[in-house]
T-cell receptor
Framework: NAGVTQTPKFRILKIGQSMTLQCTQD?????MYWYRQDPGMGLKLIYY???????DKGEVPNGYNVSRSTTEDFPLRLELAAPSQTSVYFC?????????????FGPGTRLTVT | EDQVTQSPEALRLQEGESSSLNCSYT??????LFWYRQDPGKGPEFLFT???AGEEKEKERLKATLTKKESFLHITAPKPEDSATYLC?????????????FGGGTRVLVKP
C-alpha cells in the first residue's frame, strides 16, 4: 500500500492563479480531510468528506473548494490564490473500526503564493 | 468548540534526560485523544490513541497517559532520533465526520 499520496510536493503560484492539489489514498478509507499548517502552528481543517459525493466545510474553508467523486481521490482547488494561502497542505484519511479512527497523513504540498 | 493546548512550545533535552509534554483539552464528548509525531518536511505520523481516563500506552521510549482534562507524553531516556514535533489532537462527534482538533505542537530537540 502506498497509503496517502499528494501531488505536487512543491508549487509556487502568482496571486490570482488557480491550481488543484491532488490527494489519493489506496486504503479504502471512507473519510478524507484537508488541512493547512502554517509555520510553527498546528493543523487547521479546511474541508472533509465522509464518503464519495459528500463534503463539508472545516474551520478555514474560505478560498478553497473540494470534490469527492470516488473513494480514492479528494482534490483541493484554489481558485484565486492569495498570499494568505501560503502554507503546507496535508491530506489525510481514516476509517472507522471499533470506534478507532486515527487519521493517516500524506507527505504534504508546500505552496507559496507571491 | 473543542480546544487543545500543548505545552511547552519547545523543549531542549540532553540525551538521556527524561521529560514530559502536556496536552490540555476541552471537548464535548471525548471520542479519543491522539498523539502524532511530525518530522521536518513530513506529514504527521500516528503514535497512540487513548480513549478513557487512566489509560496508558507505550511505544519504545514514549508513554502516553490520559486524565479527564489532559494527556501527557512521557519521553524516557530520549535519544537524538526522538527529536521531532509532537502533536496532540482530540476526536469529536462521529456525526461531525470524525474530525480531529489539533494543538499547536511541542518541538522537541534532543542533543547528544
Amino acid at each position: 500500500n502506498a497509503g496517502v499520496t499528494q501531488t505536487p510536493k512543491f508549487r509556487i503560484l502568482k496571486i490570482g492563479q488557480s491550481m488543484t492539489l491532488q490527494c489519493t489514498q489506496d486504503m479504502n478509507h471512507n473519510y478524507m480531510y484537508w488541512y493547512r499548517q502554517d509555520p510553527g502552528m498546528g493543523l487547521k481543517l479546511i474541508y472533509y468528506s465522509v464518503g464519495a459525493g459528500i463534503t463539508d466545510k472545516g474551520e478555514v474553508p474560505n478560498g478553497y473548494n473540494v470534490s469527492r467523486s470516488t473513494t480514492e481521490d479528494f482534490p483541493l482547488r484554489l481558485e484565486l490564490a492569495a498570499p494568505s494561502q501560503t502554507s503546507v497542505y496535508f491530506c489525510a484519511s481514516s476509517y472507522l473500526k471499533r470506534d478507532s479512527y486515527e487519521q493517516y497523513f500524506g507527505p504534504g504540498t508546500r505552496l507559496t503564493v507571491t | 468548540e473543542d480546544q487543545v493546548t500543548q505545552s511547552p512550545e519547545a523543549l531542549r533535552l540532553q540525551e538521556g534526560e527524561s521529560s514530559s509534554l502536556n496536552c490540555s483539552y476541552t471537548v464535548s464528548g471525548l471520542r479519543g485523544l491522539f498523539w502524532y509525531r511530525q518530522d521536518p518536511g513530513k506529514g504527521p505520523e500516528f503514535l497512540f490513541t487513548l480513549y478513557s481516563a487512566g489509560e496508558e500506552k507505550e511505544k519504545e521510549r514514549l508513554k502516553a497517559t490520559l486524565t479527564k482534562k489532559e494527556s501527557f507524553l512521557h519521553i524516557t531516556a530520549p535519544k537524538p532520533e526522538d527529536s521531532a514535533t509532537y502533536l496532540c489532537a482530540v476526536g469529536g462527534n462521529k456525526a461531525a465526520g470524525n474530525k480531529l482538533t489539533f494543538g499547536g505542537g511541542t518541538r522537541v530537540l534532543v542533543k547528544p
